[in-house]
């Protein structure tokens, strides 16, 4: 059997590598420089090794292994096609399907009689069906469901995290009948360790996977809503937090910015089909807006407490520690530190960031933001510990937390009387 990944990053890596284990794997990603990157053993996701990727690395592309590529015409004469594409969201909060699109274009041509196309994707229930099989259909000029056949599997991976890898976290499986269904199912069998789960159909795996996070969603904006009162209140929400878990069935979430590609993303996935079909999901959306506007809460919270202490604001020297959406990832896709760093500006502070594990040409790319390396030369009048990398914890970092500077927490990473404010 030979597979085709189309997309090699965060998600389509992992499932790369382990389906070369077993399979001939090609491995396409238009971008050239990824793929480049790959061949010499170096992931900037940080999501494997160079020892692992060299393991399976096959520059035949013939035979088990994993051939890399960004020419698509190595896709050729592929079974199985598996989309690991972005699905982003437009500046409005709708779908951006066209990654999704294109890649379903991309494979519409090389398709033939018996060939599966199996997405990762997330998406809204139906997308698979309403969207992407008609291109399938329209470029290949076969029949869906009597020619070729599609399934959906939603990815599930954890960016960052070394403890649920691919294999560990049991896979949502679904195909577009009984049969292929069924085949689907064995073919994630025998790479995914922890087991699978076959879903009745492509809608319901797509619904599964859409609700996983819009879950998360809603429960960390309640904690964030809890934080917002509290504040006004003048009690700290961690200790409230602390109170009330010691219920059993307390749910013990935590404040927070909420960013990142899933969490952040797929709340407005569910609610444009829910309002397609005439329904307003007021909780999704409520809980959306809330987590929204926690970026720019902590920087006014940031101003309030460096006015209190005598600070003056304008061209005061603010320091932010980290602007990748979570610790210990490279990935700053829909991060929510640059709504702080924007907050601050906007007061007329100067704001630099520093983050070692962050791609620096990425930021300046997305965010227009130079990071800066050397964090001695300027005597900064508040720090904010925005991202808990294990590395802010180090020695280098900690000499910041004095009593002379203002210093917000807004991980709760640290244990220091000189701790001003926490989230």
């Not at 409005?92 to 699109?101: F, G, N, S, V, Y």
């Not at 294990?390 to 004095?402: A, C, G, H, I």
């Amino acid at each position: 059997m030979k597979i085709a990944i189309i997309g090699l990053g965060y998600v389509g890596l992992p499932l790369a590598l382990e389906f070369s284990k077993k399979y001939q794997v090609v491995g396409f990603d238009i971008n050239k420089k990824r793929i480049e990157q790959l061949k010499n053993g170096i992931d900037r996701t940080n999501e494997t090794t160079s020892i692992e990727i060299q393991k399976v690395l096959n520059k035949d592309s013939i035979g088990k292994g994993l051939f890399l590529t960004n020419n698509v015409d190595f896709i050729k004469s592929s079974q199985v096609y598996i989309v690991t594409v972005p699905t982003p969201i437009t500046f409005a909060k709708t779908p951006d399907l066209r990654p999704l699109k294109n890649a379903s274009k991309i494979i519409g041509e090389y398709l033939v009689n018996g060939d599966v196309v199996i997405y990762e994707s997330t998406v809204y229930p139906g997308c698979t069906e309403e969207v992407c099989v008609p291109i399938l259909e329209n470029v290949s000029g076969l029949v869906f469901n009597k020619d070729f056949f599609c399934g959906y599997s939603p990815e599930r991976i954890n960016p960052g995290d070394k403890l649920n890898t691919l294999t560990k976290i049991k896979k949502v499986t679904s195909g577009s009948n009984t049969t292929i269904a069924r085949k689907i199912d064995e073919l994630y069998k025998s790479i995914i360790t922890a087991g699978t789960h076959l879903a009745s159909s492509i809608k319901v795996a797509e619904a599964s996977k859409v609700i996983e996070n819009a879950q998360r969603d809603v429960n960390i904006s309640f904690v964030n809503e809890l934080a917002l009162i509290f504040d006004r209140i003048g009690i700290d929400t961690n200790e409230v937090l602390e109170a009330a878990a010691t219920k059993w069935n307390f749910l013990h979430y935590k404040p927070g910015l909420v960013g990142g590609h899933c969490i952040s993303v797929d709340p407005y996935y569910l609610a444009y089909k829910a309002e397609e079909l005439g329904y307003h999901p007021a909780v999704l959306l409520s809980g959306r807006r809330v987590n929204d506007q926690m970026g720019q809460f902590v920087g006014a919270k940031v101003i309030k407490l460096m006015i209190n202490k005598g600070f003056v604001i304008k061209n005061s020297n603010i320091l932010l520690l980290g602007i990748t959406f979570k610790e210990n990832c490279p990935d700053i896709r829909n991060s929510k530190i640059i709504d702080i760093h924007t907050e601050l500006l906007s007061y007329g502070a100067n704001v630099d960031v520093h983050d070692p594990i962050a791609e620096k040409d990425e930021v300046i790319s997305q965010f227009d933001i130079n990071l800066i390396e050397d964090i001695n030369n300027i005597d900064y009048d508040a720090v904010i510990f925005a991202v808990a990398h294990d590395n802010f914890l180090s020695e280098k970092f900690q000499y910041l937390v004095t009593d002379k500077r203002i210093i917000f927490d807004l991980k709760n990473m640290l244990d220091s009387p000189y701790v001003d404010g926490r989230l």
